[in-house]
């Protein structure tokens, strides 16, 4: 069921990845740079080339990225609680 929405909506999610990392990762820019980069070719190439599994992999990043900001929010909690 999750499949052909992530088909159907693959070049939102891509957009979406993008946007997150680009706000995600503004402690670091050299690495937020090759980040962009890396999802952008891995976004392009799988729509160019018509590879529908890379939308799973576009959306598995997409939590990973989501996941590092919800857990740096949780240990930032966790350390205001301890004072």
């Known amino acids: 069921m999750l499949y052909p929405i992530l088909v159907e909506y693959y070049v939102w ?4 990845l993008l946007g997150v990392t680009w706000f995600a990762r503004q402690a670091k820019p050299a690495t937020r740079t090759n980040l962009m ?3 952008g070719m891995i976004a392009s190439l799988g729509f160019v080339l018509g590879l529908d599994w890379v939308s799973g992999v576009i959306f ?4 990973l990225e989501l ?5 740096a929010w949780l240990d930032k909690k966790e350390s205001q609680l301890k004072k």
């Open 13 to 16: 999610f891509s957009i979406l």
């Open 60 to 63: 598995g990043l997409l939590v």
């Open 37 to 39: 980069y890396g999802y």
């Open 67 to 71: 996941g590092r900001l919800l857990k």
